[in-house]
């Protein structure tokens, strides 16, 4: 069974910064890619930024140039810099995973989510 934990939500006034964590454990083969999406209050579900197995990263436009998005996949986790917060990030935060499961299979596993608030 696999499970995703992440860490690192909260409380942060506009212009501050933080840093999610999202760690990956279970029976898997290996991380084929990561990624964060966020729910805003009364919104959808969107993709705020991916990471592949080789390192290439990709960001919604609303994030670029303020979001970090890295990975040390030795450590199975992903994490999440986000610099110069804005009232509009506040949202949940899931952490997705893309797993090989076995040899020929891979699946999609999301974590519980953690709350980022943005506010003065």
């Known amino acids: 069974q696999v499970q995703l934990v992440e860490s690192g939500g909260g409380l942060v006034r506009p212009g501050g910064s933080l840093r999610l964590s999202c760690a990956a454990s279970g029976r898997f083969f290996n991380i084929n890619a990561m990624a964060w999406h966020r729910q805003p209050p009364g919104k959808q579900r969107e993709l705020v930024a991916t990471i592949t197995s080789g390192g290439e990263t990709n960001y919604a436009d609303s994030v670029k140039g303020r979001f970090t998005i890295s990975r040390d996949f030795a450590k199975n986790t992903v994490y999440l810099q986000m610099n110069s917060l804005k009232p509009e990030d506040t949202a949940v935060y899931y952490c997705?995973?893309?797993?090989?499961?076995?040899?020929?299979?891979?699946?999609?596993?999301w974590g519980q989510g953690t709350q980022v608030a943005v506010s003065s």
């Open positions: 997705y995973a893309d797993l090989r499961t076995a040899i020929a299979r891979s699946d999609a596993f």
